[in-house]
């Protein structure tokens, strides 16, 4: 009779956490030597536990001699998994299993396996698996459902579904466990498939499985049956909590019903972090970062401190609508909050600042980050292979080689894409050979950016041999290798190539088609690329781009079929005023000596296109090689009136796997004086040579 009211007034203690009169309790049981009673210990544990006193709950268990009740060691591990210290909960199962006297029961195993699940010890879960199956426990509902959630939050989803499949009973938690076995391995369309089958086989969903429905639903950009859920959610008068709220809201913001994300919203009543960070997600997912800010404010009003992820839903924001100023707000508030941001915040503001064209604040952000990971590299080669800096991306490149930082394929395809616009074969060659041997060698998307970079240098037999090694091909690959053959004067085997592709399942794009019209404008086959052109439309029905009629203009312009060309320009409306159409046009009017047509483009240049300098020198040019010198020196008047210049040219050579560039007159090389008195050295040269002396009459005239 006297440890039943031991036992009510320890659990009037654990309601109102009074550790004072526990402590007198828990002396009055030592006093009158009930220290041994199962359910006083048990019920102490649990007092101990509710006031975080954990050293003292574990010298309730401790201090007895032999505990031999089953229940009090399932007491402390439930206590031990419920907070979360899972190597305690793992030691005391080793120390029951090595218990002469007693063996763990049905009660035991669902804690031990939530210990296995959160440290992730699969191996030891294995090892329970098969003792459960020997000794008959797997046939409990419940311990199969644990291991069924154990196998599942150990990502060792095969088994999970397979022990799943051979249950001859189950449960809700079961259900719940292999819903999220399907979504986390990425397969959103089958976790749906399962919730079905759960419900027709009559089991009412928890919160965990809508939590887990709704998230598919946002994976799957599935808004009816997303709304559809909510609706007999709402029918059925469900209690959400945070967390199934803050997925609806995520669900909505993904497929774009914003009304209907500030609405749910708006009905959670205590806002957790999640709740907050959706309905950032949400505008972030339109560019709208003035509403993201809002919200942050609002956010840290209401008493929600910002997490990481709230900082790169407004980041991604800032990127998409190009704020900068939002950015910098960003940027500047977690620097003064001590924020301690991670790669990916770091990259998310490089790219910001690369998005919005503030390169200089990229670059301080990257000396700032750490360095020793090679995703901080990455981004900030492909912000300046974005950029168009392509020689900063190649240098930042070498100062991560020079840093033991290991490549990944994604800062290949990048830095093969900046050596593909340089055409810095010998660059390219170098990174080619720290793949060999590597397993970088058979990724798909290296291999291809390889190709492409060997294709653009003109190395179309190092192009042919990536080809060939490719284990499959691709619309990109196939495209590559055609593009290398037609712009290296080889249409016959692009040609050849385009007829293989089409035979193989690969079905060719615009782009394709572009290689192929290239390739006939190269070696000027005409009826070829009509017919290509022609075929584009009729039988793979794509609609001819800008590009394609640039190709098809510039094929007839180079066989001299100007009019039919200029014709073509005029009865189709979407080119009929490109610039850069008439302008190739035009090129092939001078080439060809046309002088009446070359004038008339040039003038409809002028007109079109009044600020750039080349519409004028190509005027100027017209009217000299038909003699008018009175209106060509007009033109040249008129183009200093309006201060036009044309831009410095640059040039850049590989020495010693180094690449240099320079523009005209440029003095900026610390041996330009060298450079120049090389250069003075070979006119002099030159000027003595009696070849450059033949030819030199006809040079200056064409000039």
Same mark, same amino acid.
């Given at each position: 009779? +006297? !440890? *039943?009211?031991?036992?009510?007034?320890?659990?009037?203690?654990?309601?109102?956490?009074?550790?004072?009169?526990?402590?007198?309790?828990?002396?009055?049981? /030592?006093?009158?030597?009930?220290?041994?009673?199962?359910?006083? !210990?048990?019920?102490?544990?649990?007092l101990y536990f509710s006031c975080h006193l954990y050293p003292a709950a574990k010298l309730v268990f401790h201090s007895i001699p032999n505990p031999s009740t089953i229940s009090l060691w399932n007491s402390l591990m439930t206590a031990y998994t419920n907070h979360h210290m899972f190597i305690d909960a793992l030691e005391l199962y080793d120390k029951l299993l090595r218990c002469p006297y007693l063996g763990p029961d049905s009660y035991t195993y669902p804690s031990v396996l939530k210990a296995c699940a959160a440290l992730g010890r699969v191996g030891i879960g294995r090892m329970i698996h098969n003792h459960l199956v020997k000794t008959g426990f797997v046939s409990d509902i419940v311990v199969a459902s644990s291991l069924v959630g154990m196998y599942a939050k150990c990502s060792v989803f095969g088994c999970a579904i397979q022990l799943f499949d051979e249950m001859p009973q189950r449960d809700v938690a079961c259900w719940n *466990?292999?819903?999220?076995?399907?979504?986390?391995?990425?397969?959103?369309?089958?976790?749906?498939?399962?919730?079905?089958?759960?419900?027709?086989?009559?089991?009412?969903?928890?919160?965990v499985t809508i939590t887990t429905v709704i998230s598919s639903c946002a994976r799957l950009l599935d808004l009816e049956r997303g709304r559809e859920i909510h609706k007999a959610l709402i029918q059925n008068r469900v209690d959400l909590d945070c967390f199934a709220s803050s997925a609806l809201?995520?669900?909505?913001?993904?497929?774009?019903? /914003?009304?209907?994300?500030?609405?749910?919203?708006?009905?959670?009543?205590?806002?957790?972090?999640?709740?907050?960070?959706?309905?950032?997600a949400a505008y972030s997912v339109t560019g709208?970062?003035?509403?993201?800010?809002?919200?942050?404010?609002?956010? =840290?009003? +209401?008493?929600? !401190?910002?997490?990481?992820?709230?900082?790169?839903s407004i980041l991604l924001a800032c990127s998409r609508s190009l704020q900068l100023q939002h950015g910098k707000f960003m940027h500047g508030y977690m620097i003064r909050n001590c924020v301690e941001a991670d790669i990916y915040i770091y990259s998310l503001l490089i790219d910001l600042y690369f998005e919005c064209g503030s390169i200089s604040s990229a670059e301080n952000v990257f000396e700032k980050m750490p360095k020793t990971n090679v995703v901080s590299w990455n981004v900030m080669i492909s912000g300046f292979v974005k950029a168009g800096n392509y020689f900063r991306a190649l240098g930042i490149y070498d100062e991560m080689i020079e840093a033991g930082v290991r490549p990944n394929d994604i800062t290949v395809t990048s830095i093969l894409s900046a050596c593909s616009q340089l055409t810095a074969l010998e660059k390219g060659k170098e990174i080619h050979r720290t793949l060999v041997d590597s397993e970088l060698e058979t990724n798909e998307i290296v291999m291809g950016s390889l190709l492409d970079m060997y294709a653009k240098c003109g190395a179309v037999d190092e192009a042919l041999n990536v080809f060939n090694k490719l284990p499959s091909r691709d619309l990109v690959s196939w495209t590559s290798m055609i593009a290398a053959y037609g712009s290296h004067g080889q249409a016959k085997e692009a040609l050849k190539l385009f007829d293989e592709m089409q035979q193989s399942n690969a079905k060719p794009d615009g782009v394709t088609l572009l290689a192929v019209l290239s390739a006939c404008s190269h070696v000027g086959l005409v009826d070829e690329g009509w017919h290509y052109f022609n075929q584009m439309i009729s039988k793979y029905g794509i609609e001819p781009r800008i590009e394609h009629y640039s190709c098809l203009i510039d094929l007839l312009g180079r066989a001299g079929r100007l009019n039919e060309a200029y014709q073509i320009i005029q009865r189709t409306p979407q080119i009929r005023e490109d610039v850069q159409l008439l302008s190739t046009l035009l090129a092939a009017c001078l080439l060809h000596r046309d002088h009446d047509l070359g004038l008339n483009i040039a003038r409809l240049l002028v007109e079109k296109?009044?600020?750039?300098?080349?519409?004028? =020198?190509? /005027?100027?040019?017209?009217?000299?090689?038909?003699?008018?010198w009175n209106e060509m020196r007009k033109v040249r008047l008129k183009m200093k009136e309006l201060g036009l210049r044309k831009n410095p040219g640059c040039s850049w050579i590989e020495v010693n796997r180094r690449i240099q560039y320079f523009f005209v007159q440029d003095k900026s090389h610390p041996e330009s004086e060298m450079v120049y008195q090389c250069l003075k050295l070979l006119k002099t040269h030159m000027d003595g040579d009696e070849l450059v002396s033949h030819w030199g009459s006809a040079i200056i005239h064409t000039i």
């Open positions: 009779m +006297e !440890s *039943a009211k031991l036992v009510s007034l320890l659990r009037t203690c654990i309601t109102c956490k009074s550790v004072t009169a526990a402590k007198l309790i828990h002396q009055k049981i /030592l006093t009158q030597g009930l220290q041994n009673n199962t359910l006083l !210990s048990k019920t102490l544990i649990d *466990a292999v819903i999220s076995c399907y979504y986390q391995d990425g397969q959103a369309d089958k976790a749906m498939e399962m919730y079905d089958k759960m419900t027709t086989s009559g089991f009412e969903p928890n919160v809201v995520d669900m909505y913001g993904k497929c774009g019903c /914003l009304d209907m994300a500030k609405e749910v919203f708006e009905q959670v009543p205590r806002k957790n972090v999640i709740a907050w960070n959706s309905m950032i709208d970062s003035k509403s993201c800010v809002g919200l942050l404010r609002r956010m =840290i009003d +209401e008493g929600t !401190s910002p997490s990481l992820i709230t900082f790169s296109n009044p600020d750039d300098h080349s519409t004028y =020198i190509m /005027l100027s040019h017209s009217l000299a090689s038909g003699n008018k």
